[in-house]
């Protein structure tokens, strides 16, 4: 049996380092472009918050643009656009124009997650399915390992402009190949007789006719993957925007020195994106149920959480830098299983929708928790409540998907 499938979540593996890489430049260079256009901690969560309010947007359009135009130029396009966008901070000359670029940003990197989850679902058999999303997800926390290596030496080679440039390009490299390598698993030549019976031995049904928002939205299935997501997507989003900032403050380090800690908190994240999506997998295959191997996982997860509460009483920078790497490993466990549901609950031609509703309820939230953060933090200097918050998120979350979906049955959509 060939096994052409792993190539497929490989693609959607770089285009996730791609997409973290391109949102992951400003927050690294935060302080060093705070000193040059003097904007404030709100200010910076004005722009932060126009990426999220972009990418609420997006996601409800891009999972439908995805189910109607199919995985493969939905996907195209919209890395056109993300990437031209990510060039446009080099062009930036205020706090307004560097939000109008987050903005147009969260627009185009919109697209990545609900086509990255439809493809994983046309692509792998459910059992595999929640390891194809951590191995594709982890690609998060890679491309935020890269950013302050790669940031740092461009900026020294060719200015921050330069940097947003050349970090904004790379999704053009990535375009060529999945132009080249993409078809739908029933169309590809590569794909043998074996492994395309593989993928579909669970399959529900071949129908890729789009369904009906009316059909959809109602389900109270989709409010629990969209309830799940707006809990906790705000918490990865902190992470992203504001780690290197905090870090850079509370222990008063330069760009330079930031780096090896960042770098640390996401490399300990990947471990878990990958361990979350293998856990359940094995479950069901040592005989769990699909309801019992994906909530325990999560429930571990969110156990696992818990200790980043103590963050902002520790004065110890690499005690810190653990208790936020165990967090973030424990995010991306839970976050595997988390879009795992959408393909759980739903048939494949409602994925990208649910995906892209869910996703839009999450980034909401994102919204709301980022203006939060930047008003704390300009007015009380404490992470305090951000940390408790942050910690409690995954059991709130727990309890509401427990509530809506307690066997985690499929939607009844007719």
């Known amino acids: 049996m060939t096994n052409f499938r792993w190539v497929m979540c490989a693609l959607l593996f770089f285009a996730t380092v791609i997409a973290y890489v391109d949102r992951g430049v400003l927050a ?4 060093e472009l705070q000193g040059i256009f003097h904007w404030n901690a709100g200010q910076y969560s004005f722009m932060t918050s126009a990426f999220s309010a972009a990418y609420a947007i997006g996601l409800v359009c891009a999972g439908r643009l995805t189910d109607r135009l199919g995985t493969r130029l939905g996907f195209a396009l919209a890395i056109v656009l993300w ?17 109008i670029t987050m903005f147009l940003l969260g627009l185009g ?28 997800n982890s690609g998060a926390n890679v491309g935020a390992i890269i950013v302050p290596i790669v940031v740092v030496f461009l900026k020294d080679l060719v200015g921050w402009r330069g940097a947003f440039v050349v970090t904004g390009a790379s999704g053009f490299i990535w ?26 031995s669970d399959r529900e049904s071949s129908s890729t006719a789009s369904v009906p928002w009316s059909h959809i939205i109602p389900r109270k299935e989709t409010w629990a993957f969209s309830l799940a997501k707006m809990c906790t997507d705000p918490i990865w989003w902190f992470y992203l925007f504001w780690l290197p900032a905090y870090l850079q403050s509370t222990f008063h380090l330069d760009i330079h020195a930031n780096r090896l800690p960042v770098v640390v908190c996401y490399g300990i994240s990947t471990i878990g994106s990958v361990a979350g999506g293998w856990l359940s997998g094995a479950a069901m295959k040592g005989g769990r149920s699909l309801n019992a191997a994906r909530k325990g996982s999560m429930l571990l997860c969110a156990l696992l959480v818990l200790p980043v509460v103590l963050a902002p009483y520790t004065h110890n920078l690499w005690l810190v830098v653990g208790l936020i790497g165990l967090a973030m490993a424990a995010h991306q466990g839970w976050s595997a299983n988390v879009f795992t549901l959408a393909s759980d609950l739903f048939p494949k031609a409602a994925v990208g929708s649910v995906v892209g509703f869910g996703g839009m309820v999450g980034a909401l939230g994102g919204v709301l928790f980022q203006l939060a953060v930047g008003w ?15 910690g409690l998120a995954y059991l709130v979350a727990l309890g509401i998907l427990q509530m809506l979906s307690p066997k985690l049955a499929p939607a009844k959509l007719d």
Not at 111 to 125: G, L
Not at 176 to 183: D, E, P, S
Request: charged share 15%; net charge positive.
């Open 175 to 200: 375009l060529i190949f999945w132009l080249w390598l993409y078809r739908k698993p029933e169309e590809h030549r590569r794909l043998s007789p074996a492994e395309l019976a593989h993928i579909q």
């Open 28 to 31: 690294y260079l935060n302080p």
């Open 376 to 390: 704390l933090v300009q007015w009380t200097h404490s992470y305090v409540p951000i940390f408790i918050v942050a």
């Open 83 to 99: 990437s031209v966008a990510a060039m446009s901070p080099g062009a930036a000359t205020s706090v307004l124009t560097f939000a």
């Open 109 to 136: 990197e919109a697209a990545n997650f609900p086509a990255c989850i439809k493809t994983v679902a046309e692509w792998f058999p459910k059992k595999e399915r929640a390891l194809a999303t951590g191995i594709f």
